[in-house]
Structures are given as structure tokens and as C-alpha cells.
């Protein structure tokens, strides 16, 4: 039997890959319901593309080099500086620095843009197919270890923090979140937005990392992990227990951060459809949509991420 190490021992190359898949997918279901009508019709007739694809970025991360990117923002490395767009932050630092450190921001600015014109070319099948991806890009952004150097506890002596925080919390306690955001709202400007949005996920992070100290310092060490049989493998992962400890400290953090996504997500579509001019959309499904159509497919850094 493989003994696998679930999240505890994530590669540079593998951090930060947002909330699991099932989060991913859940926050993009949520978002429909804030759509007002007409929209709230298009995206229900394509419920099942706009949830299936919300994991295509992350999936997308092990054949595109330059997706990594576009998932995170070390904020340490830009002095807690966030340009409010992408042309400024090539000025103020190296291009190689934004792709290591990260891009996230200004990609929901880039993938916003493609939206706006999918919209107002009445394309049914990349409105979907961004809409879901910008869900996933927005639902990053939420996760405070997606704003740090320190993104998965390995600073720190707290390895597998990332996967703890975003996909076990989630996964064990979500069925008492209560997750009702109220109607989507405009967003005036994206940028300001974004970079809103990444400023408060950072400013959580002292707390992610304080809390899982304490439940460290409460609990025996003997009765933090406990394995899972996947498949043919053994998985170690967080204790029930301690997960339970985290989640009870975090003090609705968790759940503060998906509603906030969720809304997030409704607004992003609601106001790149006004930007675009309520355009009628297609009373048909938009199926089989092809993945390589996508514009923001290029292996180019230029083109990666703007
Ligand atoms: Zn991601």
C-alpha cells in the first residue's frame, strides 16, 4: 500500500492551489443563485458547465507552466504594495518577480476583460468557460495562504496548513455553514476590487497561523494526524480532532471567506454583463465547449497572464 502524505508536504511547484476541488465547484454553484434575471436563466441553462470547470485552472497548473502564477500573490515580496494594475507592476518590479511572486490580481483584471468581450460577443461557450475560471480565480483570492510567502506553513514550522485551512475546514464542517449572500452587486472598478480583495484575505493571515499554534500547544502531537484509506493508498491527514480545534478558533473565518467569494463571484458576472450592455443571451445550452479555444492558453510569459 502507497503511503500518501496528504497535503502536508506540498512542493513550491504544487502550493497554493486554492480551495479543493470540491470548493471550487461549490462556490461557482452558490454564485448563480445571487444573478438577477435574465442572467440568473443563461448561467442556470449552463449550471453544469459553470461548476465542471471550475477546477480548470488548477488542472490546467501541471501542463502550463505560467499558470502557477495567476493562483497567488506573495504580498511580502511587493513590500505589501499592490499596483493596481498589471502595467505598473512590471514597472515597479521584474517581470520574473510577478511570475514568481505571483499575479493573481491583475488576472482577475485580464480574465474580467475576456468576459466583458465574451458578453458583448454573445459567446455562450467562453461566457461560460471564463466565468467559471474567473470563479475560481475570485475563490483564490479568499484564501488568506494564497497572499503569503509563507503559504504553507513552511516558515513557520507548520507544513500542510494550506491544505488544512482550504479543502479539510470546508469538507468536514461546511453543512453548517450558512452561505445566503443576498443579490449580486456592481463592482465599479475591477482593479480597486481585486486588489481589495487580496489586501483582506492578507490581513488574515497572522490569525490562519496563530490559531493553528494554539491548537499545536493544546493538543498532544500523537493525536494530531490520522490516516485515510484512498483507493489503494493511505493518506495521512489533519485529525478530525484537530481540525475541529482549528475550525472552532478560526472563529467562522472559513466560512466568512467562502459567503464573501460567493458574492464575489455573482458580482464579477452580473457587472461584466452590464459592462458588455445586458446583452440577450442564447436560450440554448452551450455545449462541448473546447479548451484550447481558450485565450489565455499561451505558453508566452507576455501572454500569460496579460
Ligand atoms: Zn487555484
Redo the contacts with the bound molecule.
Keep these: 500500500m502507497k503511503l500518501l502524505l496528504f497535503g502536508l508536504y506540498l512542493s513550491a511547484s504544487m502550493q497554493?492551489?486554492?480551495?479543493g476541488f470540491w470548493a471550487?465547484r461549490y462556490i461557482n454553484q452558490q454564485a448563480i443563485s445571487t444573478l438577477p434575471a435574465p442572467l440568473i436563466r443563461f448561467y442556470k441553462l449552463n449550471r453544469h458547465g459553470v461548476i465542471s470547470k471550475a477546477v480548470l485552472?488548477?488542472q490546467r497548473?501541471y501542463a502550463v507552466p505560467e499558470e502557477g502564477c495567476?493562483?497567488?500573490i506573495d504580498m511580502e515580496a511587493y513590500q505589501h504594495v499592490v499596483p493596481l494594475y498589471f502595467h505598473e507592476a512590471k514597472a515597479m518590479f521584474s517581470e520574473d518577480t510577478l511570475l514568481v511572486h505571483g499575479m493573481l490580481p491583475w488576472n482577475i483584471q485580464f480574465f474580467y476583460s475576456q468576459l466583458i468581450k465574451a458578453f458583448e460577443n454573445k459567446d455562450a461557450k467562453n461566457i461560460i468557460k471564463i466565468s467559471a475560471e474567473i470563479g475560481?480565480?475570485i475563490?483564490?483570492a479568499h484564501v488568506p495562504l494564497?497572499t503569503t510567502r509563507n503559504y504553507n506553513g513552511q516558515l513557520t514550522g507548520q507544513l500542510g496548513i494550506h491544505a488544512l485551512w482550504e479543502t479539510r475546514l470546508p469538507e468536514l464542517f461546511y453543512t453548517r455553514y450558512f452561505l445566503y449572500t443576498g443579490p449580486a452587486k456592481r463592482i465599479d472598478t475591477i482593479a480597486s476590487f481585486a486588489r481589495s480583495i487580496v489586501l483582506s484575505s492578507h490581513a488574515l493571515c497572522p490569525r490562519v497561523l496563530e490559531c493553528d499554534l494554539m491548537v499545536k500547544r493544546k493538543l498532544p502531537e500523537n493525536r494530531w494526524y490520522e490516516y485515510q484509506a484512498k483507493g489503494t493508498s493511505m493518506m495521512r491527514m489533519y485529525s478530525y480532532e484537530y481540525a475541529r480545534h482549528y475550525h472552532v478558533l478560526l472563529n467562522g473565518m472559513v466560512e466568512q471567506q467562502m459567503k464573501l467569494s460567493i458574492l464575489a463571484v455573482g458580482s464579477i458576472w452580473y457587472s461584466a454583463w452590464l459592462e458588455a450592455g445586458k446583452p440577450a443571451l442564447p436560450e440554448t445550452q452551450a455545449e462541448n465547449i473546447e479548451e484550447e479555444n481558450h485565450p489565455n492558453t499561451h505558453s508566452t510569459h507576455e501572454h500569460s497572464c496579460h
Aim: proline share 6%.
Design positions: 497554493a492551489f486554492g480551495w471550487h485552472p488548477d497548473r495567476r493562483h497567488y475560481h480565480y475563490a483564490d494564497h
